[in-house]
């Protein structure tokens, strides 16, 4: 045993149990993994990105494996919206997209959402808003609030067909949301939606589902 081996050990066995309490705590401290409620729910909040931050960009390898083994849709998601903004991970805005669309695929309306949401925007993609309606019609349909209420401003746009006032202005009638600034946008959708419809066909929307 060296000499250094020596001060070592001697430190260490004046070290107080308290003292190695601490540092076994520390080095205790692993992030887990989010579960798959957590993440959909951080991805609503679209707080997704900002969390792998603050974990300190520990969970890469874990969420890559979920996204390209497991296939999960949501980490799928996840994991593409990394490379897209270059999040924790090199920017790869192809391969990124490529891992979007299959959670969008699997039918994630989170990812069906968000692909909307940037065909609308021409974000990352040429703009195209034929295919952002079709993403957020479909997302909107599983009951995505988000997708709904953009589904109503383009319509309020000028975009779409007027067949789909009533489906749009029915899933806005029945929707729950305590985001109030949400709440305004639905209130609003909803007057400019009225506007467009004949009352029989405004009547039946407000049925009940």
Partial sequence: ????????????????????????????????????????????????????????????????????????????????????????????VERGWDLMQAAAAQGLPEALEQIGRYYQQGKFVQKDLTKAQHYLFEAGSMGNLNAQIRLAELLLGGSGSPVDYETVYRWLHHSVTADKNMHQRIQKALAGLAGKMPGAVLARAKQPL
């Fill in 1 to 92: 045993m060296n000499k250094l081996s020596v001060v070592y050990l001697a430190l260490c066995l004046l070290m107080p149990a308290t003292a190695w309490a601490q540092v076994s705590t520390a080095e205790l401290q692993v992030v887990q993994l989010y579960t798959q409620d957590e993440l959909l729910q951080l991805i609503r909040q679209n707080q997704h990105l900002k969390r792998v931050k603050s974990d300190d960009c520990q969970l890469v390898k874990d969420i890559e494996a979920r996204a390209d083994i497991m296939k999960l849709p949501s980490y799928q998601f996840l994991f593409g919206d990394m490379l897209a903004y270059g999040v924790c991970v090199p920017a790869n």
